[in-house]
């Protein structure tokens, strides 16, 4: 049973509850962290990615940025809605730069899309220690193969993250430099 | 679904009367396919369904089957209408372009999602979408220089879920009988910019009578911008 | 199969009682000649052009498993054992860490990569995809169709055999088209009739569903029915015993150990990690357990238990996942991220000698591995 033309037929028909514009500038992102845009943003409402907040500039069917601050300790990272009998992925404080990654592949892999990782190296984010990655996905829904991209950090305790995705037939490449440059921006208040 | 593709080469005609500006289903800057532009249509992707008393939706495999045999019909004598030429791709290029059309649906779904539905701020009302360079397989493989992607999703109400109708009417509970929706979307193969996209939502048409699927093809294809 | 169910069938109906004895079932049973399409308009034809074009989609799917070898190989197997059948018989290999295998009505035959990694010979696969062969020469499915039609999920009834690798929706659908107990023995005893006419060994029949057991009793709560299979094949509380009882009318055949290994060796090492990736640690644990027994000296089969302990960290478990990854390096061929393991032990713990030797031997062996930037960072860390 394909389930994508019921949904495909549920965003066509539902639509998303909001979009907002996300002016270029200094931007809070969370109690802690802030960025710096080089461009306006859409941000939508995405119940089904909480606590993460969802921006995308081509709309969510094509590319997403998840965006994470200050996750606290035992915090589940994605809505618990649906699938209750899937496992939860938590954040935990003590988590090393892998393991946070494999949470998110967890998280990204609950609807049955296949995550493989294809880079994780040490690399600065928010002003302190933390790691940066780059996965492909694919997307278990519609079959579209994503590339995507992450920086992370835990500070005080609490996990900050950008994951930003893509079709890597040119929807990727072309957005992220933009992505790049608001993760060297980033700074994240202790 | 069969797996036949067509090229075609417009020739000037214009199929609508009316004038249109810069409408809300043309990219920025278009206004309608040059003279002996040749358009390559992608293989549609049909479905038909039966909603059920509870108002499951099933999926009709022979409603389908059939469909795509009147819509591939409607699209033929669209192109005779206008006295076109057409081409068979081989299955096997089709394939080769699995990737290029699974995006095309994506995008499109963002299009309908959005452009037609609520609005991203940052493409300030445009239609501004752009599957870029990766079109140009499409290029290679049929030599055309723009190509015409469809995609409907139907359904009916079956025999109890009319019965439910009429029954929950006599209460003043609306139900939906059925709904067609659709997208047809034309895209230049250099650039892979979506110059134009029509959404199809409405409550009515059949896809499962030939001659109900004309009045579809030409609801879908409505101010398709040909040059006159 | 839960334990009760299995204890509780005892032999109260399994020979001479409601459900004919499986031996006496064969007897009545003929292969049928090949079936000719439907009528596209009929129920059947429907459901036939419906599957055609999920093919399609499972072809072009980036979930297949696209191995020349390999499918010929299992499509050697479902061959062999469908007979005359054989030319309509479509094998696709579908990459997902769960037991299954399905064959729609038009011929088309999915098998996951769970199923392979779990079974121990071609006599193992034979049985199941013999089982599945069954239910398509008894046309079981169609019956199912016309009785789940005055149900209004029909459409649903697709993700049986559709939707490659579709772990949600067959969970969600458990029980609902299951087949029933009379389809199961039916399947079973045509399942074996074939294995036995393509040579393998039928005793190897019971043991699928024994080893299967072994995982599914793991389990915390002890649930069957969340086994993509066990939805829409509800074990039979008499099954093993009918299946025992049919290994024992034939004669001995063959069960193509050797071959089996040697054929999906190159996907070994994959099918473990999305194994241990599906966090299911008690039923890894299991599965692993089995297969060690079986295979001792393989160091793949360790490495993935220290995995497994590894990330379910409970009490002891740290200490068990330094012990299998140690024997897995004592048995050569360890997989690389066998030293990330013990480095990632190790560094937790501060023992950091230990962690840079294992994290240097880690990028010896993979220079190239994704995480191999992270890794160097520790071991440069880790000097000071």
Redesign the interface.
């Known amino acids: 049973?394909?389930?994508l033309?019921?949904a495909?037929?549920f965003?066509?028909?539902a639509?998303?509850?909001?979009?907002?514009?996300v002016e270029s500038g200094e931007r809070s992102l969370g109690e802690r962290m802030l960025v710096s845009l080089d461009?306006?943003?859409?941000k939508v409402s995405a119940p089904d990615r909480e606590p993460a907040v969802v921006w995308?500039?081509?709309?969510?069917?094509?590319d997403e940025l998840l965006i994470y601050s200050g996750i606290k300790n035992e915090q589940v990272i994605h809505a618990t809605a649906m699938?209750a009998?899937r496992?939860n992925f938590a954040f935990r404080s003590g988590m090393?730069?892998?393991e946070i990654v494999?949470m998110f592949?967890?998280m990204l892999t609950r609807?049955?899309s296949?995550f493989k990782?294809?880079?994780?190296?040490?690399a600065d984010f928010g002003g302190a220690k933390g790691?940066r990655f780059e996965y492909s996905l694919?997307r278990?829904v519609?079959?579209?193969?994503l590339s995507g991209l992450g920086f992370g950090t835990v500070s005080n305790g609490e996990l900050f993250a950008l994951l930003y995705q893509a079709?890597r037939?040119?929807?990727f490449p072309?957005h992220q430099p933009r992505v790049e440059q608001m993760a060297r921006s980033a700074r994240i208040k202790t | 679904m069969r797996l036949a593709s067509s090229v075609f080469a417009v020739i000037a005609v214009s199929f609508a009367a009316a004038a249109w500006g810069q409408s809300k289903n043309l990219a920025p800057g278009f206004t309608s396919l040059p003279r002996g532009a040749a358009v390559v249509v992608m293989p549609t992707d049909i479905?038909l369904?039966s909603i059920s008393g509870g108002g499951v939706?099933e999926?009709k495999a022979d409603w389908t089957e059939a469909a795509t045999q009147h819509f591939k019909t409607a699209l033929r004598d669209k192109k005779q209408k206008l006295g076109l030429r057409t081409l068979e791709l081989a299955e096997k290029d089709a394939d080769e372009l699995t990737?290029?059309n699974?995006?095309h649906?994506?995008?499109a779904?963002?299009?309908?999602?959005?452009h037609f539905?609520?609005?991203?701020?940052?493409k300030e009302g445009k239609l501004d979408?752009?599957?870029?360079?990766?079109v140009q397989a499409i290029k290679k493989l049929t030599g055309a220089d723009y190509a015409l992607f469809s995609w409907v999703?139907d359904s009916y109400a079956s025999a109890e879920r009319q019965a439910a109708m009429v029954a929950l009417a006599f209460v003043g509970v609306g139900l939906g009988g059925g709904?067609q929706?659709g997208y047809a979307s034309l895209v230049d193969l250099k650039t892979?910019q979506v110059l134009w996209f029509n959404?199809l939502?409405r409550g009515r048409g059949d896809l499962r009578e030939a001659d109900k699927a004309v009045e579809t093809v030409e609801a879908l294809l409505e101010q398709f911008p040909v040059a006159k | 199969m839960n334990r009760r169910g299995f204890l509780a069938g005892g032999c109260a109906c399994c020979v001479g009682g409601l459900v004919p004895g499986p031996a006496a079932a064969q007897a009545a049973w003929e292969i049928p000649a090949r079936f000719a399409r439907p009528d596209a308009g009929s129920d059947e034809g429907g459901l036939w052009s419906m599957m055609d074009r999920?093919e399609v989609?499972l072809r072009?799917?980036?979930?297949s498993l696209r191995d020349p070898k390999l499918q010929a190989y299992v499509q050697d197997i479902a061959c062999r054992l469908a007979g005359e059948h054989c030319p309509d018989v479509r094998v696709h290999l579908v990459?997902t860490p769960l037991f299954n295998a399905s064959m729609a009505p038009n011929g088309m035959m999915q098998v996951w990569s769970g199923l392979m990694l779990r079974v121990d010979n071609e006599a193992q696969l034979a049985a199941v995809l013999g089982h599945e062969i069954g239910h398509y020469l008894a046309r079981h499915s169609v019956e199912r169709l016309r009785d789940a039609k005055s149900r209004s999920a029909f459409?649903?009834?697709?993700?049986m055999f559709?939707?490659v690798?579709?772990?949600?929706?067959l969970?969600l659908y458990a029980g609902m088209f299951a087949y029933s107990r009379e389809h199961e023995s039916q399947a079973d005893s045509i399942g074996v009739l074939l294995m036995r006419k393509a040579g393998y060994d039928a005793a190897e029949a019971a043991k699928v569903w024994e080893n299967l057991q072994l995982e599914i009793k793991a389990r915390p709560d002890g649930d069957a029915s969340?086994s993509p299979f066990f939805a829409t094949h509800p074990p039979a509380a008499d099954r093993q015993q009918a299946l025992a009882e049919l290994a024992r009318a034939s004669p001995a055949g063959a069960a193509n150990e050797v071959q089996w290994r040697e054929g999906v060796k190159p996907f070994l090492r994959d099918w473990l990690h999305e194994e241990v990736?599906r966090?299911?640690h008690e039923e890894s644990l299991a599965l692993l357990g089995r297969m060690i027994a079986r295979s001792p000296a393989l160091a793949d089969y360790r490495w993935a238990r220290g995995e497994v302990y590894r990330?379910r960290a409970k009490e002891g478990d740290l200490d068990s996942a330094v012990t299998e990854y140690l024997a897995a390096i004592a048995g050569g061929g360890e997989p690389p991220d066998t030293h990330r393991g013990l480095g990632?032990i190790y560094r937790?713990r501060r023992q950091s000698p230990e962690a840079r030797t294992s994290f240097q031997r880690y990028l010896e062996l993979a220079p190239e591995a994704?995480?191999s930037?992270?890794i160097k960072?520790y071991v440069e860390e880790l000097r000071t």
Request: with cysteine; aromatic share 6%.
């Open positions: 049973m394909r389930t033309p019921i495909a037929l965003f066509l028909l639509g998303c509850a909001s979009v907002e514009k461009g306006p943003w859409n995308t500039m081509e709309g969510r069917p094509v699938g009998n496992k090393q730069p892998d494999a592949e967890g609807d049955g296949t990782l294809v880079k994780l190296a040490p790691f694919t278990k519609d079959n579209v193969q079709p037939l040119a929807f072309r | 479905e369904f939706l999926p990737e290029v699974t995006l649906a994506a995008v779904r963002a299009i309908a999602l959005h539905g609520t609005p991203l701020p940052t979408w752009s599957l870029g360079e990766p999703r709904v929706v892979g959404r939502l | 999920e989609r072009k799917s980036p979930f990459r459409g649903m009834f697709i993700g559709g939707a690798g579709a772990v949600g929706q969970g969340r990736k966090g299911q990330l990632m937790a994704p995480d930037a992270l960072s």
